[in-house]
């Protein structure tokens, strides 16, 4: 009994991918991210103190309100906590954070988005309410702690000023104090805005530091004074 012959089979034919959906066009003159109307073109900044060097990113968009408001706070926060940090960026940073709030003011008057292709971006909590914000107090520390430690700084001494030697007299180490505290010691008697100036050693004691805010103070012990 002879076997049926089987039909020979050629390779298999390859199964049709399933057709992608189509993604939807943004419509122009909306929003880039979202694709929503109205929008508007906008230029948003972000800045970061390096100490030495600073960098800022500058980000360009057409953008509906709330994906504006969106790379607003961010931005905005990122600036807050990180602008403060070098000379440069210390004065810099009020700058930027001035010109996003200007593009802040700009993106509020702008209606809800509508007629978006996509979902627009969540703005997130309001920017006083983020923990960045608390840099804005940042600025007033560095000056505050600036101010304290000049304060007491020798260069901030004048003609009248007393000052307690912390240290002695081949190595000293001089403060201003308050002239009625148990500390002070001596009285500045003559101010020099030069450390290469020199007192007249015979009437006073002499303390001076050199470099471009060199100074010498000349100074007469308390209790030694002239009447």
């Avoid at 007629?115 to 107090?137: D, H, Q, W």
Wanted: overall charge neutral; charged content about 20%.
């Amino acid at each position: 009994m002879s076997t049926p012959l089987s039909k020979p089979t050629g390779p298999a034919e390859p199964t049709p991918a399933p057709a992608e959906s189509a993604v939807p066009e943004l419509p122009a003159g909306g929003c880039q991210v979202c694709g929503s109307l109205p929008a508007l073109r906008t230029t948003l900044r972000s800045h970061q103190g390096l100490v030495v060097i600073m960098r800022t990113c500058k980000n360009r968009a057409t953008l509906c309100r709330d994906c504006g408001f969106a790379l607003y706070r961010e931005m905005t926060a990122r600036t807050l906590y990180q602008g403060w940090w070098g000379l440069a960026s210390f004065f810099y940073t009020p700058v930027v954070l001035v010109l996003n709030l200007v593009q802040r003011i700009r993106l509020g008057r702008l209606a809800p988005p509508a007629g978006g292709v996509r979902p627009s971006v969540n703005p997130g909590r309001p920017l006083l309410r983020r923990v960045e914000a608390l840099g804005v107090l940042l600025p007033f520390a560095i000056v505050g702690a600036f101010g304290y430690l000049y304060e007491g700084s020798p260069a901030s001494a004048e003609v009248g000023s007393c000052v307690h030697n912390k240290g002695n007299e081949l190595f000293p180490d001089v403060v201003v104090v308050d002239c009625y505290s148990d500390e002070a010691d001596y009285r500045v008697a003559e101010r020099h805005d030069s450390g290469h100036d020199h007192c007249d050693l015979t009437r006073y004691a002499e303390y001076s530091e050199t470099g471009r805010s060199g100074f010498t103070l000349c100074l007469t012990p308390l209790g030694e004074e002239a009447p």
